[in-house]
């Protein structure tokens, strides 16, 4: 009865084989003759399994003691041993009151571990969510090859290459065309004085996104390398050049490696390589103005103006002997020699800016708001005529106007601001058999 002390905890069967039952018993003489113990005796005796039982019986604190009695060997069998297997009851005690603090302490350094567990719980389910994703992925992976059917990857990559190719025959076909329209401008970033200049290279392949930076108009000599269009506009990941000469104006370009640029207080046209980080050749521009003798309509010393097309190198500038009107110049990249000039006609100063596309030379009438691309002079007839093609001069204040024949882009330089503009070029396609 729970009434006498006794408690029924746990019973089990242990690794050898063995019944253990656990209990509480009274304090008093568990092991002694006294009541109890037979009482005991008496439970043990109604105990009927196929192998002895082991009771392992606890006593209630303050005065706590662990018995644990069972069958023990036996001498002969006789009182207090089974006849049966030469066993006797035997019962131990240990007293493990003192043991208690001991527990409280292992405990207490198993505390920390709560938040370790915690954080096992939350990568658990992490693992869990990663292998949906795995598994989702394999599953659209597997879509994809059974969409692709028996094309295998090799065929795949020669497909695109011979698609590659074709289009490329294309473009190549397209060839040259006229300037019909100018998108509306696209701002790439906000930096600098007001007056500037930035290019990437018109030469080199499509891979190399490099982008040249050139602060201010006169006396610069600091170029600054950015190794991609997005490093530019982050402000990153750039290299310092400093040329040997400072530059003047703003009309420098980048051709297959090299730096083409004014020499300042001179009609001198520089070729600076990146690589080497030297001048490789210089050369006079016979009878060019310098110094602002014949400038663009905005000034800043913008007398000699480099361009590159789909033809090679140009030089703009004037003469005294062309009586200040604008002088198209084909220029050898290697030597900087003069190949040939035509005389547009057009007074230097009362263009705003200008470019060449395909051979051509087109005008903006202004640096300034409500500027349009006013005249264009055809190097391959020698002639001319007006355009009046619009031209959004979003900030009001263009510095440098020059096209990319690789990218087929305008770049600018307005009033801070580098901004883009795209173009729009009608082609007379010839074409000799299937595309």
Same mark, same amino acid.
């Given at each position: 009865?729970?009434?006498?002390? &006794?408690?029924?905890?746990? %019973?089990?069967?242990?690794?050898?084989?063995?019944?253990?039952?656990?209990?509480?018993?009274?304090?008093?003489?568990?092991?002694?003759?006294?009541?109890?113990?037979?009482?005991?005796?008496?439970?043990?005796?109604?105990?009927?399994?196929?192998?002895?039982?082991?009771?392992?019986?606890?006593?209630?604190?303050?005065?706590?003691?662990?018995?644990?009695?069972? &069958?023990?060997?036996?001498?002969?069998?006789?009182?207090?041993?089974?006849? !049966?297997?030469?066993?006797?009851?035997?019962?131990?005690?240990?007293?493990?009151?003192?043991?208690?603090?001991?527990?409280?302490?292992?405990?207490?350094?198993?505390?920390?571990?709560?938040?370790?567990?915690?954080?096992?719980?939350?990568?658990?389910?992490?693992?869990?969510?990663?292998?949906? =994703?795995?598994?989702?992925?394999?599953?659209?992976?597997?879509? #994809?090859? =059974?969409?692709?059917?028996?094309?295998?990857?090799?065929?795949?990559?020669?497909?695109?290459?011979?698609?590659?190719?074709?289009?490329?025959?294309?473009?190549?076909?397209?060839?040259?065309?006229?300037?019909?329209?100018?998108?509306?401008?696209?701002?790439?970033?906000? %930096?600098? %004085?007001?007056?500037?200049?930035?290019?990437?290279?018109?030469?080199?392949? %499509?891979?190399?996104?490099?982008? &040249?930076?050139?602060?201010?108009?006169?006396?610069?000599?600091?170029?600054?390398?950015?190794?991609?269009?997005?490093?530019?506009?982050?402000?990153?990941?750039?290299?310092? *050049?400093?040329?040997? *000469?400072?530059?003047?104006?703003?009309? !420098?370009?980048?051709?297959?490696?090299?730096?083409?640029?004014?020499? @300042?207080?001179?009609?001198?046209?520089?070729?600076?390589?990146?690589?080497?980080? +030297?001048?490789?050749?210089?050369?006079?521009?016979?009878?060019?103005? @310098?110094?602002?003798?014949?400038?663009?309509?905005?000034?800043?010393?913008?007398? #000699?103006?480099?361009?590159?097309?789909?033809?090679?190198?140009?030089?703009?500038?004037?003469?005294?002997?062309?009586?200040?009107?604008?002088?198209?110049?084909?220029?050898?990249?290697?030597?900087?020699?003069?190949?040939?000039?035509?005389?547009?006609?057009?007074?230097?100063?009362?263009?705003? =800016?200008?470019?060449? #596309?395909?051979?051509?030379?087109?005008?903006?009438?202004?640096?300034?708001?409500?500027?349009?691309? @006013?005249?264009?002079?055809?190097?391959?007839?020698? +002639?001319?005529?007006?355009?009046?093609?619009?031209?959004?001069? /979003?900030?009001? *204040?263009?510095?440098?106007?020059?096209?990319?024949?690789? =990218?087929?882009?305008?770049?600018?330089?307005?009033?801070? *601001? /580098?901004?883009?503009?795209?173009?729009?070029?009608?082609?007379?396609?010839?074409?000799?058999?299937?595309?």
């Amino acid at each position: 009865s729970p009434d006498e002390g &006794w408690q029924v905890y746990t %019973s089990a069967q242990a690794p050898d084989g063995k019944c253990l039952c656990t209990a509480v018993i009274p304090v008093q003489g568990t092991c002694s003759r006294d009541l109890r113990s037979h009482q005991l005796r008496q439970l043990m005796e109604k105990v009927s399994l196929d192998r002895p039982p082991a009771i392992a019986v606890n006593a209630p604190s303050p005065l706590t003691k662990r018995l644990i009695c069972g &069958w023990g060997g036996c001498a002969t069998p006789g009182r207090g041993c089974d006849p !049966h297997g030469g066993m006797r009851w035997v019962c131990s005690s240990a007293a493990r009151g003192g043991r208690v603090p001991e527990l409280k302490d292992k405990m207490t350094e198993l505390l920390p571990l709560l938040p370790v567990l915690d954080q096992y719980k939350s990568d658990t389910r992490l693992i869990v969510h990663l292998k949906e =994703e795995v598994r989702n992925l394999s599953g659209r992976l597997l879509a #994809i090859q =059974e969409e692709m059917g028996a094309y295998d990857y090799e065929e795949l990559q020669q497909r695109v290459l011979m698609l590659e190719a074709r289009l490329h025959a294309c473009m190549q076909k397209l060839g040259c065309g006229k300037l019909t329209g100018v998108s509306n401008p696209i701002t790439i970033r906000a %930096s600098g %004085s007001r007056f500037g200049s930035w290019m990437t290279d018109t030469m080199t392949p %499509s891979a190399d996104t490099r982008v &040249w930076y050139m602060d201010g108009y006169y006396k610069g000599r600091r170029v600054l390398e950015f190794r991609t269009l997005n490093d530019f506009v982050t402000g990153q990941n750039f290299v310092q *050049h400093l040329l040997p *000469h400072p530059w003047a104006g703003t009309g !420098h370009v980048v051709f297959n490696g090299s730096l083409y640029y004014n020499k @300042y207080q001179s009609n001198i046209a520089v070729k600076y390589h990146f690589r080497s980080r +030297s001048v490789l050749v210089q050369r006079s521009l016979a009878g060019a103005g @310098y110094n602002n003798t014949f400038p663009y309509s905005w000034g800043g010393f913008s007398d #000699i103006d480099f361009m590159v097309d789909e033809n090679g190198l140009w030089a703009v500038y004037t003469t005294n002997q062309n009586a200040g009107n604008i002088v198209v110049s084909r220029v050898d990249p290697q030597t900087l020699e003069v190949l040939r000039s035509w005389d547009t006609g057009y007074p230097k100063r009362s263009a705003g =800016e200008s470019f060449m #596309i395909c051979g051509t030379l087109y005008v903006t009438n202004s640096h300034l708001a409500g500027a349009k691309i @006013y005249f264009a002079y055809y190097t391959n007839t020698s +002639s001319y005529e007006y355009t009046d093609i619009p031209f959004h001069n /979003q900030y009001s *204040h263009i510095s440098m106007l020059d096209y990319n024949p690789r =990218e087929r882009v305008l770049y600018t330089w307005n009033n801070g *601001h /580098q901004v883009i503009y795209n173009v729009t070029l009608f082609h007379v396609i010839k074409t000799s058999g299937e595309m």
